[in-house]
T-cell receptor
Framework: EAEVAQSPRYKITEKSQAVAFWCDPI?????LYWYRQILGQGPELLVQFQDESVVDDSQLPKDRFSAERLKGVDSTLKIQPAELGDSAMYLC???????????????FGPGTRLTVT | TQLLEQSPQFLSIQEGENLTVYCNSS?????LQWYRQEPGEGPVLLVT?????EVKKLKRLTFQFGDARKDSSLHITAAQPGDTGLYLC???????????FGRGTSLIVHP
């Protein structure tokens, strides 16, 4: 069964350092999402791509976070510099191309657990 | 921004008991999904509901979408320890494809 791949699974970094996460969506899925999930809460959308274009990044802290999906396939989320409050689970999800009136169904990767010390 | 409220926030029960968790909003949704998330893993899609009043069953799990498409419920019959996890609802409204998640219901089923 096709899965969303993410790496690394765990990352420990010191504050002010740079960190990057990678996501490979299910083959053929045009839409890719990055979420941040704080323990005990639901996922919060950071950025949404349709192919290589950003659909929404209104909740992405752009002073320190960046995301790209250059060829419309895999994607990288970067934090520079990392802060203590960035400690969280970072989830990637993908879905088929969005069409008007059709529900999207997201498939999630296993996530990257980030700890900033 | 639409807000999805899930209740209860926490639920601890014994194996064999029945339970219902809720997902409510003041917004009308075009579709709503339920996910289960185990500790340290990503959410796994359980079901999508689209039509007001729709009922879907997945083994011991029954999902219902409210008639007005503003709320949903998940009922588990004869809960088992394997049902333990965080149950999340997610939805979008109108022409928006930007999903919103609730905070989830954390369920623990004791053997």
């Amino acid at each position: 069964e096709a899965e969303v791949a993410q790496s690394p699974r765990y990352k420990i970094t010191e504050k002010s350092q740079a960190v990057a996460f990678w996501c490979d969506p299910i083959s053929g899925h045009a839409t890719l999402y990055w979420y941040r999930q704080i323990l005990g809460q639901g996922p919060e959308l950071l950025v949404q791509f349709q192919d290589e274009s950003v659909v929404d990044d209104s909740q992405l802290p752009k002073d320190r976070f960046s995301a790209e999906r250059l060829k419309g396939v895999d994607s990288t989320l970067k934090i520079q510099p990392a802060e203590l409050g960035d400690s969280a689970m970072y989830l990637c999800a993908s879905s088929q191309i969005l069409t008007s009136g059709m529900p999207y169904e997201q498939y999630f990767g296993p996530g990257t657990r980030l700890t900033v010390t | 921004t639409q807000l999805l409220e899930q209740s209860p926030q926490f639920l601890s029960i014994q194996e064999g008991e029945n339970l219902t968790v809720y997902c409510n909003s003041s917004s009308v949704f075009s579709s709503l999904q339920w996910y289960r998330q185990e500790p340290g893993e990503g959410p796994v899609l359980l079901v999508t509901v689209v039509t007001g009043g729709e009922v879907k069953k997945l083994k011991r799990l029954t999902f219902q979408f409210g008639d007005a498409r503003k709320d949903s419920s998940l009922h588990i019959t004869a809960a088992q320890p394997g049902d333990t996890g965080l149950y999340l609802c997610a939805a979008s409204s109108g022409g928006s494809y930007i999903p919103t998640f609730g905070r989830g219901t954390s369920l623990i089923v004791h053997p």
